[in-house]
């Protein structure tokens, strides 16, 4: 009995060493798509004078060539079951919109003003899974979310006086984008639909959305400007595929807040490269948003305490 209760114990530590182990994986791979991101943002302003629509293009681009690739590879079929077909297009289109407002406000904005601005689609993914999903809102979670939308005011700074209003507004709208394709992200995620199937059809679709604008108004670049591009399509791809392999290691409610550091990388990239400096109020919006995605942090893990207790 006494060498099978020690083979239990070593056993047990293992698995909690494991754990451990693939926690520390998942915090380094979302930091690492954090700062991927942040660098993405940067190139796409380094551009330059082109317009916001076929910047996105060639981010996805050659996102939909790296997860081309990796569909091709593992041999995944491309078909999508019937149930999969309407959150995947919503999916598709949602996102699209969230990266068209996106890399707009990334050029009218503070690279830290858009990239928080883009930081509050968990907080709208929370209200579409209420609205989509029917997934019920705890009190403190809408607390959560005025929090957010609070510091969102701070950044945003309404006034019609304000000549970055309508930036930071596409901006917001870039956050409420993501937020609905992340709730369809979800519901896939639930049916079995693999990430780079996902992530192939969302990049093929938002290249091929906005070929008619490219075919009509293209913009002749410099071999500088294509090649910067092509860096913001590295980067985004990066990003990409680090998050969802950071999420295969642990579960979103134990890793997301780690994404917020791309908060500051966006603010150290952007005073470097640009010579920007957030003002007083973009600051407290920061710490609003910031906040609040802690608070939720720890919600979650107190929920997930008491659920196993139980």
């Known amino acids: 009995m006494t060498e099978k209760f020690e083979r239990v114990l070593v056993m047990e530590q293992k698995i909690k060493g494991a754990v451990q182990d693939n926690y520390m994986r998942g915090v380094v791979m979302i930091i690492l798509s954090a700062f991927c991101f942040a660098c993405m943002n940067v190139m796409v302003r ?32 491309l078909r999508v079951e019937k149930r999969g077909r309407l959150p995947l297009t919503a999916r598709c289109i949602f996102g699209t919109i969230g990266i068209l407002c996106n890399f707009y406000a990334v050029d009218h904005l503070l690279v830290a003003d858009a990239s928080i601005l883009n930081k509050l689609s968990p907080f709208f993914a929370i209200i579409f899974s209420y609205l989509l999903l029917r997934e019920r809102i705890a009190f403190f979670q809408a607390v959560c979310v005025g929090t957010a939308f609070a510091g969102c005011l701070f950044v945003v700074k309404p006034g019609f006086q304000n000549t970055v209003l309508l930036p930071a507004l596409i901006g917001v709208g870039g956050g409420l984008g993501a937020g609905i394709a992340y709730t369809m992200v979800r519901r896939l995620g639930t049916i079995g639909v693999k990430g780079s199937i996902i992530v192939f059809y969302f990049s093929v679709f938002s290249c091929l959305i906005v070929m008619p604008w490219i075919l009509f108004h293209f913009v002749p670049m410099s071999l500088k400007q294509f090649a910067v591009l092509l860096l913001a399509g590295v980067f985004a791809a990066g990003g990409q595929f680090s998050i969802t392999s950071a999420y295969t290691y642990a579960p979103a409610k134990k890793i997301s807040i780690y994404d917020y550091s791309q908060i500051i990388f966006a603010t ?22 910031v906040t609040a995605s802690l608070m939720m942090f720890f919600y979650n893990r107190r929920t997930e305490a008491d659920e196993k207790e139980r």
Do not use: C, W
Request: no cysteine.
């Open 268 to 289: 150290v990239l952007g005073y470097v490269v640009f010579q920007e400096i957030p003002d007083g109020y973009s600051l407290i919006g920061y710490t609003l948003i």
């Open 46 to 77: 380094l551009a330059g004078e082109i317009p916001s629509v076929q910047k996105s293009f060639f981010r996805n681009l050659v996102a939909a060539g790296f997860a081309g690739m990796i569909v091709a590879r593992e041999h995944v079929p």
